[in-house]
């Protein structure tokens, strides 16, 4: 795609500053800007590189002055940053707009209900009975089950995989690798040491704007749904088990896993790598560091670190000590010998 | 599908209490009952929600003893869990038996052999002289190697991808997005600093009833095989390393992580996130808790837990101190100041 | 594939001891050898397998001297475990070789370029402007995406998925399910609690002879590039987050994890279940233990372990006290005994 210079600024409702002609395909940051992209300049930080940059196209805050001559063509705007931004959302929504379709071959079940503006990739499977929402995008080699219902303007990657009966809400984004509804992690042992599979028949429910990372996986409910709510977004590699309900906008980065029916509050930021036991019951607005072990309940608001986890302070508190265990122990010695010595002068 | 409450009680060998017609299309818990939904009532503790739940038939154990009228059909069983248990396997072995037969497009390498039974998706791939045992099913865009043998009655879900000579047992499943023989990862360090691969040659084994979770990697024996023996189940995003080997009726948690050539005896129940350095052997019996680092062998039925891992009751003591480790040092500390007094008493 | 011994032994400038016309058609380590196969005999502790294996073919040194009869074939090398090396490479090579020309269906956008030599496999995706570089293997249900370039002699494992705009080395494996250039996790927090999607625009650059583990997966960068340096081999399961850069030569093992705009030096080896905050330096030739988390820059040539990581001298010392923590408590609170009773003999 191209733009010039011109019809950018009315899109934006800035001012041209340069040639209104020149054609930009592509953004670049300042610092490495490159002929025929856009930048821009929003953190004063950056302001040498507005004079050296190759960048075609720099937009620029309407107060800015300049303080030496610049060869890029500049666009003033309110705020460079959200213009910048509002420029991107413009950008992928354009190039999204032309996946648009269906590819051959895929597979898409006769029972099955496709709406308007769908995009469906080559190699795609829909399932019977699914439902495929408007202006859905499904990339190539992607799996639909049988009965599952993916809301409007959602898009699933190349390659993520949803089993049957499972429901995506509007605007979510699975990407490519993430399996939505595998069997939860279900077995009664038998007295022969062997384990008998308990069947999974939930589902998994995913609200509106959703968005589920690279191989994610978020197993089905044993029976009932596993439920995501609306706004969270999980990072890649996460582990959601059977049963668990996430709240809304909690974000959770990647390698962190959920054990089967823990429940997040809304709102509540988790570290990558953490682990969470089973059934438990996290509050909401909590926030937890990086790499912690999840043990037991946590009340709304806490801050907590560490493996089993405490509050922040403290873990900072133990880290300190703890670090420090060697000299500890010698100060624990060197006691040992002093009142070994007082003993001794008192015995004497 | 849909059952009428007399077939359910005849299949059951129960008496049913109300509508003999009613039917059924799913099942529900009772505590969220839905109409046309089949639940049970094992637990007293739910008792209350047989008297409000909405589902339109239920299981009862016969000795139960209403308290009050209740609406849904009843249906009276020996184990009203049991029974539940029993019509759920009956319903997947249903669904299951409706997949059959081969979806277009597939390919199937003319000299793979294909028994009975069979379903083949859309868009899976059978490799050259791989061998798919009889009612075996392998979902759409699953990958089926060269030489690969598949078991009677396997279940392959969507997106499963299996390398070249791999053998999977009899009854196993494995689901969306796991991969099974991918290269270890093995690299000989060059004096210049790179690193040559060594080639991964060998093959994995499944032995029957393994269950492999979604996203799950098993590599590849470097030479050999890594072996999973009968009766395993590895829950989601589990990495094994080559020549890897995991004894009969072992379970493991998700997010766990086995180093290459180690092996796991019998019976084990490993905790998340758990991970495993090279070349150890591991008991029969084994516990391990969640997030374990484990770099040394472990005998027959021991319990342990931490990184390093310590046997649970020792590593209950250790968190305890661990967690007042702010405490104890002003402990020392204290104690250092009430010394230095008593020195000083000492010397005046 | 079938080979004669004395084949073998021309390819390897050996000497053929027995039946030069004897067939083998793969490998196996000498202590459990089968017919039909080839072993070597480099390590003098398994010489007793030498005269019992039931392997067809065995390669031993030069310089070795039997002390029994041998009923397998022998071929005498100047280094066993070299030449068998050789061996393992050339077979590979004769069976990647033997792959090649498109399957179908698969899907090659009409504008995309694809060089001599190429296997592409059945179901998959070359997208738009996409270039295939020469003897490039692209198993089935690989997803190229638009635009991504891919370098001559790379191998696309069945299912691996490489989002629009990447760039692949030459020589670069990917193995099944990696995902290379899905979004990075970045989102704007917005003043109602929701998170605002951060339009992710960049993308992810492999140099050569890179090798990406299974499930692994290597977002994009926001803006510009996610960079893998010349001969950098990531395990499974692991995560790059957006605009990290990992150096030349360096290793990484399963289930680590890097947190955004972290950059990594050249020639460093990582442990598995590492984790690493963003916006961290490592430098180069540093050494990091298993499940370590790295919160702070590392200079040059360290070694460390322990979450937070310290010098792996101090993390061993640290360890031991952490083990005999109670031991340490019961010594402080005998020292309190001791020291109340000091103080009441002086009282007295």
């Known amino acids: 795609m191209e733009f010039k210079a011109k019809d950018i600024a009315t899109f934006l409702n800035g001012e041209v500053i340069g040639d209104e ?3 930009v395909t592509g953004v670049s940051k300042i ?3 490159k002929e025929g992209t856009l930048a821009f300049l929003a953190n004063p930080k950056y302001e040498s590189y507005l004079y050296s940059s190759d960048a075609s196209v720099i937009l620029i805050n309407k107060q800015f002055e300049l303080k030496k001559e610049v060869s890029a063509t500049l ?3 309110d705020d460079a940053y959200q213009a910048f931004a509002a420029l991107l959302d413009l950008y992928l929504q354009a190039k999204a707009g032309l996946k648009t379709g ?4 895929s597979y898409i079940n006769e029972s099955a209900v ?5 995009y469906i990739g080559a190699f795609a499977y829909i399932g019977k009975n699914a439902e495929i929402g408007e202006n859905v995008k499904i990339y190539p080699q992607v799996y639909v089950g049988d009965n599952v219902v993916v809301g409007d303007n959602t898009v699933l990657y190349a390659g993520s995989k949803i089993y049957d009966d499972c429901i995506i809400g509007n605007g979510c984004i699975i990407h490519s690798g993430a399996v939505i509804g595998a069997d939860g992690f279900g077995f009664a042992p038998q007295d022969n040491g ?3 599979k308990i069947a999974q028949i939930g589902n998994v429910v995913l609200e509106d704007d959703v968005e589920i990372g690279a191989n994610t996986t978020v197993d089905c409910g044993t029976m009932g749904s596993t439920i995501i709510r609306k706004g969270v977004k999980l990072d890649n ?10 709240g809304k906008n909690t974000v959770i980065a990647a390698l962190a896993g959920l054990a089967g029916t823990t429940k997040i509050g809304q709102n509540c930021q988790i570290g990558g790598q953490v682990g969470f036991a089973g059934h438990l019951a996290v509050g909401n607005n909590v926030k937890i560091g990086p790499q912690s072990g999840i043990s037991k309940n946590i009340k709304d608001g806490r801050v907590v670190l560490g493996a089993p986890a405490v509050d922040l302070k403290e873990a900072i508190k133990i880290n300190i000590v703890f670090r420090n265990l060697p000299a ?4 624990v010695i060197q006691l040992q010998k002093e009142i070994k010595e007082i003993k001794q002068t008192e015995k004497d």
Chains 1, 2, 3 share one sequence.
């Open 194 to 196: 062997e384990y008998k």
């Open 21 to 23: 002609e020149i054609k």
């Open 102 to 105: 269906v590819e051959q071959p």
């Open 75 to 77: 666009i003033k705007v």
């Open 114 to 118: 496709v709406k308007e503006g769908v």
């Open 237 to 246: 590699l996460i582990q959601v088990a059977h049963n668990c309900e996430i």
């Open 328 to 331: 500890l122990r010698e100060d």
């Open 31 to 33: 610092e490495d800007g």
